[in-house]
């Protein structure tokens, strides 16, 4: 069964930085897409970012681009989101899922239970 299980959220200050981790397991991760959102308090889940399966093509949502970096390691089954300068903004509880490009955008599923990330001004 897939399973996807983040780790490594936690409290910083803003400007500060933390690096997300996603493990999966049940399903042959090196052949899916993998992806990052968030949800924030009163606020629908968001995707944010997107790598491709063998790490070579990668989208990142505006609101993140230039300080959230998406990375995976396939013989570890393992993906990552490095996030730096964090605002109050960024807030929220944090996601990976399965991803790929539908009609448009991009459209995320099989979602972890998320790690917390709390900014602190």
């Known amino acids: 069964q897939l399973k996807l299980v983040e780790s490594g959220g936690g409290s910083v200050h803003a400007g500060g930085s933390l690096t997300l981790s996603c493990v999966a397991s049940?399903?042959?991760?090196?052949?899916?897409?993998i992806g990052w959102g968030r949800q924030a308090p009163g606020k629908e889940r968001e995707g944010l970012t997107c790598i491709s399966s063998g790490g070579d093509g990668r989208y990142v949502s505006d609101s993140v681009k230039g300080r959230f970096t998406i990375s995976r390691d396939n013989g570890k089954n393992t993906a990552y989101l490095r996030m730096n300068n964090l605002t109050p903004e960024d807030a929220a509880v944090y996601y990976c899922a399965t991803c790929w490009y539908g009609v448009g955008q991009y459209e995320y599923d099989y979602w972890g239970q998320g790690t917390r990330v709390t900014v602190s001004s």
């Open positions: 049940g399903f042959g991760f090196d052949s899916y897409a």
